[in-house]
């Protein structure tokens, strides 16, 4: 399994390539919406690439919870468990 660490490298990474977002600026207590200027669009770009990679599922309704980078990571580690 995937450490907490290793999940937000590959999250930064589609991060990255969603939103041309600098991975080590994704950080755990950052806010996708008011630190990283993801948008609606994007995220959910980057929750279907985040699907696809970590070989989970994530809920529409589970989508707004998801806040912060570790809201993701840790939404990820408990589907992955």
Same mark, same amino acid.
């Given at each position: 399994? @995937?450490?907490?660490?290793? #999940? *937000? +490298?590959?999250? +930064? ?5 969603? @939103?041309? #977002?600098?991975?080590?600026? /994704?950080?755990?207590? !950052? ?17 279907? @690439?985040?699907?696809? !990679? %970590?070989?989970?599922?994530?809920? =529409? =309704?589970? /989508? !707004?919870?998801? !806040?912060?980078?570790?809201? @993701? /990571?840790? %939404? #990820?580690? *408990?589907?992955? +468990?």
């Amino acid at each position: 399994m @995937a450490t907490t660490e290793e #999940i *937000r +490298a590959d999250l +930064a990474d589609i991060v990255n390539e969603v @939103a041309g #977002i600098e991975p080590d600026d /994704v950080q755990l207590d !950052k806010s996708f919406v008011d630190d990283l200027d993801v948008d609606s669009l994007s995220m959910v770009e980057v929750v279907v @690439a985040a699907e696809e !990679k %970590f070989g989970v599922a994530i809920p =529409d =309704d589970e /989508v !707004k919870n998801l !806040k912060t980078v570790g809201d @993701a /990571v840790a %939404f #990820i580690e *408990r589907a992955t +468990a």
